[in-house]
Structure formats: C-alpha cells, structure tokens
C-alpha cells in the first residue's frame, strides 16, 4: 500500500483474554493484502509465527499449563467454538492463514498441532473481503474469522469484533481506492488528506506493507529474513513435481486458508 494510505494512525488496540497464535505462511510475509497479520499488530498478547522457513523447523509457540489451545480450522471433528465460550481457562486461538492447501500442511506437518481441538465459527455474513478472490462458500478473511471467534470467546465480543472490522474496512477500501475500483467519497473512514494530494494512483507508488511503520517493527525482521530465506515450499516439502508447483501458484492468488468456518 501507498505511504499516503497507510493505516498505522487508525489501528486499534484491542485487549482480550484470549491470546491469538498466527501460524503465518512465509509466501504471505510481504503481502500488504494480508489480513491476519493486520488483527496480529492490533492485539498486543498475539504472537505470530512464520511457517515454511527452508531448515527452520515449524513449531507451536509455547502454551501454558493454564491455557486452552483452540485450532480455528474446520476439520471433520471440529466443534461449535461457542463451547468454549465460558471456558475457565483462557483460550490460545492457534489460526493458520495461508491458502486452503497451505493450512491442511500446517495441521499435519507442526508437531502437536494435530491434537488440538478444532473448531468453527457460527454462520456469519457474507465477507467483506473484495482484495482476492473466494472459491469457499462462506469464506472469510482471516481477521473475520478472527474478529468472529473473539466475539463468541471474549465478555466484550461484539466491541472487540467491531474494531477489528473497521480497521479491516478502512484498509480494504484504500487499496480498492489506489486500485481505481472505488471513488474518494466510497472510502470507509475517509482518505487521507496526504493521498488526495499526492495521488498514488497517477504515479508510481512506494510500497508500504503491514510490515512497515513504527507499530510493526516486531515482525520487520522476521519480515527481510523470510523473503530471503524462503522462496520456496513448506518446510521440507518443495513441491518438486511442476503441474503441482504451477497449480498452486493458482491456489495462492485465491488465498484464504480457515475461511470457510462456519459449523
């Protein structure tokens, strides 16, 4: 995104009892169309993981004893996430987010990951998500899900889930904007008063990504060590037969890895 767009001065900063866990495919690190990394930098007790870093092995961050991991992910033995609604213990929301195919790697290549419970949201409205394309009846993007499963897990719910969504709106409307595809009026929030007057969408743009800016120095890092480290695969496998390289070269355009969570 355009420096003149950038959302940093309207993010929130939403605390919650639960703590989210972002297993991050490393093909989506730079991507300024990334939605799960945007609910990451809004919620401080988050912490986000880079999965598919060639000779790093793919790991569950720590969980406490106290904790309850949860796998937003809908698996055939998933479960309604409101039965966690009242838990005791507060929940970790382990979310993977890449492509389908990327996300069912995920479950089946982390150590763990296949033995914590998963689960789905309630029916939701349609996404408002216009910046790639949805194959999944339903689908979300990740911070929808994301904004769903904190408005069923946490005492202030619906807040939480709001702020999430305006941000989500506002970031959403400028890059349709700096596309051509909305007028100045149709921009959630408003735009800028810096874009109007420099006008990304008639010269060549700096691009800004969900990496960039003070709010996100924490994952800048991870962010210049990935791109480099990893252009290929997850993890050990590098998909070394071509049909399959070129059809999920598809796959990653369509992103969306748990969208569809409805139960």
């Known amino acids: 995104m355009h420096t003149t767009l950038c ?7 939403v605390q919650t009892r639960s703590r989210l866990a972002l297993l991050l495919h490393h093909r989506e690190v730079g991507k300024p169309t990334n939605t799960g990394q945007l609910a990451a930098r809004c919620m401080p007790n ?10 790093q092995p793919a790991t569950l961050p720590p969980i406490a004893a106290h904790e309850q991991p949860l796998l937003l992910y809908p698996a055939d033995d998933a479960v309604p996430i409101s039965r ?12 993977p987010d890449g492509s389908w195919r990327q996300a069912h790697k995920m479950r089946r290549r982390i150590p763990g990951l296949a033995e914590v419970p998963c689960v789905t949201l309630p029916e939701l409205s349609r996404t408002s998500y216009r910046l790639r394309s949805e194959n999944h009846e339903g689908g979300l993007a990740t911070l929808e899900a994301i904004a769903g499963a904190l408005r069923v897990l946490e005492r202030d719910g619906e807040a939480i889930e709001a702020a999430l969504l305006d941000v989500f709106r506002i970031m959403v409307d400028r890059t349709l904007w700096l596309r051509g595809q909305l007028s100045d009026e149709q921009v959630t929030g408003g735009l800028p008063q810096a874009a109007r007057d420099a006008n990304p969408r008639s010269t060549a743009a700096r691009r800004h990504t969900p990496m960039s800016g003070a709010a996100g120095d924490r994952f800048v890092g991870i962010a210049v060590d990935v791109l480099e480290r990893a252009p290929r695969g997850l993890g050990d496998d590098e998909e070394r037969d071509r049909g399959t390289e070129q059809r999920d070269t598809g796959e990653r355009d ?3 890895g748990p969208t569809d969570l409805a139960e």
């Open 84 to 95: 966690y609604a009242q838990s005791e213990r507060p929940v970790v929301l382990i979310v």
């Open 254 to 256: 369509q992103q969306r």
């Open 46 to 55: 988050s912490v986000v993981s880079v999965i598919g870093v060639r000779e």
């Open 7 to 13: 959302i940093c001065d309207v993010m929130p900063r």
